[in-house]
């Protein structure tokens, strides 16, 4: 090999293999070393084929090469990974050497080119399975619930049998931010065709009269500024899914009318006598407490019910112990991307932080904390000081004492307690001595209590 | 002891689980998750040593399984990929009958790059499968097309995976020297 050809290799970080006739290598250059090195392996002079088994089949070709009767041999993008966490890929070229009867093998590192092809067709492929394969869908939209949790393995394992009856009505509760929204939407597209609507109502955003014509529809003139006929959501929706989010806000009198669409399976637009028919998934959200609701006569009983044919309760933030890193991994790598920036990771604080802060506006608290964080981000990791919260440290990971605060119409002590003495008996599963924990009681304290009640 | 090293392609459209039968029939392990494959990476497997009815001799067949990206165009290092194979599985998805036609296509390639090469068409994702008449005889046309055998695999459940595997290695004559 000339030296300026040697220069040329060095230069372009090419590493060379030389061998004869009989594939016995005679020379292998630093770099060529240095590349066997990093997939744990000692290049030496030996037969060819056993450090490069992806030749065997080729020996023939080889020889020709080395002749001059054939061009060159090229293999791209050879996986070489010692295991998943490290690939690295070659390239390996084989062209005839200067030395007579002898063949040079050109070894290239192209690990980052790979992997970015690698990516780049991954979202290609998956788009495509996305649209084409229902197994594959409900595999994808499973696995963008975050977490390893066993709160959020019930939650995934729940929506997976749920996407089976893709008529069933599904009641979705749980805090603000604890992701009501995305297991609304990984439900419907788990149950229906890729084109089948979602459709979404936030139930709290619009004033009476205009959640209804925007439910039911409404015929032209119906009244003053129907100047055109307009289809509703439950129309929208018909094949699909509504999503009814803030469903503890809509007023009573238009829950009556929902209730009456929902039992009959058919309604009729405004100023129309036609019904029509429905044909869709309703999948209702609340961050209220319904049953509690329905005590305090804000919400329908019987609506309740309707809905409440399959309730899933998405878990607090709080609760979903170290999920909270994988979901701030995830949100890192968004904010990587949307902000051009390349922030690898999280400080040992920092972790610390986000798993003992209780973030009672879940993840959208988070979210916002990291966006903000991320913003003014000018090192390699994220530091405890770089986020700022806005409540107090949770001891253990338990969430800080509430701020009570008497309604201004006041209240009756007594039945706030009574509601939480219900509360922790429905979350211990009528376990009295785990309700007496839940509430900081002895046993004795909460039979007493009970007795006092009449709830025993 | 004698060894023989084999080189055998896996060929099929990207995600039919070309990757997911040679994870499981080499480490005998699958993960659900989908991550394409870029380029080629190539796997050992030893086959049990057999006795040469002629010489007596034993013999160790090692099969080099090449897990080679799903194939949209046809190149020089293409033709590389395939050059020098003893075989090749032929690998469509029961759920997605378009990955059938596509066999075709990379095995007219394959036969003209290595001509007395074997092969074997797999129909793979059989726990995913639910009994569609149509999928199941294009595929067994394809088999009778190339003058083979079909095999249906789950490389999940590992249902028909090491018979596939053997069944190639015995066209190829690993199995009876």
């Known amino acids: 090999m000339s030296d300026a050809l040697k220069q040329l290799l060095t230069y372009k970080n090419l590493g060379t293999v030389l061998f004869n006739e009989q594939l016995q290598i005679t020379e292998a250059d630093e770099l060529a070393n240095e590349l066997f090195v990093s997939i744990g392996q000692r290049l030496h002079k030996g037969h060819l084929l056993d450090f490069f088994p992806e030749l065997i089949g080729n020996e023939e070709f080889l020889k020709q090469i080395i002749h001059q009767k054939k061009n060159d041999f090229r293999l791209d993008f050879v996986n070489r990974a010692v295991d998943d966490e490290r690939p690295i890929f070659f390239n390996l070229l084989v062209l005839p050497a200067t030395l007579k009867n002898h ?33 594959f869908r409900k595999q994808f939209l499973s696995e963008s619930i975050l977490g390893r949790s066993e709160a959020i393995e019930r939650i995934r394992e ?56 925007e439910l039911f529809g409404y015929e032209k003139g119906a009244f003053t500024h129907a100047v055109a006929s307009k289809r509703g959501l439950l129309e929208e ?131 916002n904390c990291l966006e903000r964080a991320m913003i003014f981000a000018e090192h390699e990791t994220l530091d405890a000081t770089e986020l700022v919260i806005s409540g107090p440290l949770a001891q253990h990971g338990k969430p800080p004492a509430q701020q009570w605060v008497v309604p201004t119409g006041g209240l009756v002590l007594e039945e706030v307690e009574r509601q939480l003495i219900l509360s922790a008996l429905k979350q211990s599963g009528h376990n009295k001595s785990k309700a007496a924990r839940l509430l900081g009681l002895t046993r004795d304290t909460l039979r007493y209590r009970l007795d006092k009640y009449q709830l025993s | 002891m004698a060894t023989v090293k084999k080189k055998i392609c896996l060929i099929g459209s990207f995600a039919v689980g070309k990757t997911s039968l040679i994870e499981r029939f080499v480490y005998d392990r699958f993960d659900e998750k989908y991550l394409t494959t870029i380029g080629v990476k190539v796997s050992q497997k030893a086959l049990p040593p057999v006795k040469n009815p002629r010489g007596g001799q034993i ?37 997605r009958p378009e990955t059938i036609d596509h066999i075709s296509r990379l095995y007219d390639r394959f036969s003209v790059i290595s001509p007395d090469a074997v092969v074997i068409v797999l129909g793979n994702k059989l726990d ?32 028909g995976v090491e018979q596939a595997f053997l069944g190639l290695s015995e066209k190829i004559g690993c199995l009876n020297e």
């Open chain 1, 103 to 135: 063949g040079l093998l050109i070894l290239e590192n192209v690990t980052d080119q790979a992997l970015a092809a690698q990516q780049m067709n991954q979202h290609r492929y998956e788009l495509h399975l996305y649209k084409r394969d229902p197994e």
């Open chain 1, 237 to 367: 929706a018909r094949g699909g899914s509504l999503f009814l989010d803030e469903i503890g806000e809509m007023p009573l009198n238009m829950q009556a009318k929902l209730l009456n669409a929902l039992e009959t399976k058919q309604f009729r637009r405004l100023g129309s006598t036609k019904p029509i028919e429905t044909d869709l998934r309703i999948i209702a959200a609340t961050n209220r407490h319904l049953q509690i609701e329905v005590e305090a006569n804000r919400f329908r009983e019987d609506l309740f019910y309707r809905l409440n044919v399959v309730s899933i309760t998405m878990p607090p933030l709080r609760e979903l112990g170290t999920d909270v890193l994988i979901i701030s991994e995830y949100l890192l790598k968004l904010f990587n991307i949307e902000f051009k920036k390349e922030v690898k990771g999280f400080t040992e604080d920092a972790r610390q932080l986000i798993l003992n802060y209780s973030w009672p506006g879940n993840v959208r608290e988070l979210s």
């Open chain 1, 158 to 213: 729940t929506i997976q049998k749920l996407s089976k009856f893709p008529s069933a009505t599904v009641l979705l509760m749980g805090e603000t931010g604890s992701g009501k929204n995305l297991a609304a939407r990984v439900l419907h597209y788990s149950s229906m065709p890729a084109d089948a609507p979602f459709v979404e109502i936030n139930c709290a955003a619009l004033p009476e009269h205009l959640i209804e014509s």
């Open chain 2, 59 to 95: 013999i160790q067949h090692t099969f080099l399984i090449w897990d080679i990206a799903g194939l949209e165009k046809f190149d020089s290092v293409v033709a590389n990929y395939f050059r020098g194979a003893a075989g090749a599985l032929l690998v469509a998805d029961l759920t």
């Open chain 2, 128 to 159: 995913l499968y639910k009994e569609e008449n149509q999928t199941l005889s294009a595929l067994k046309a394809k088999a009778v097309e190339f003058k083979t055998e079909l095999t249906l695999t789950s490389a999940k459940t590992g249902e």
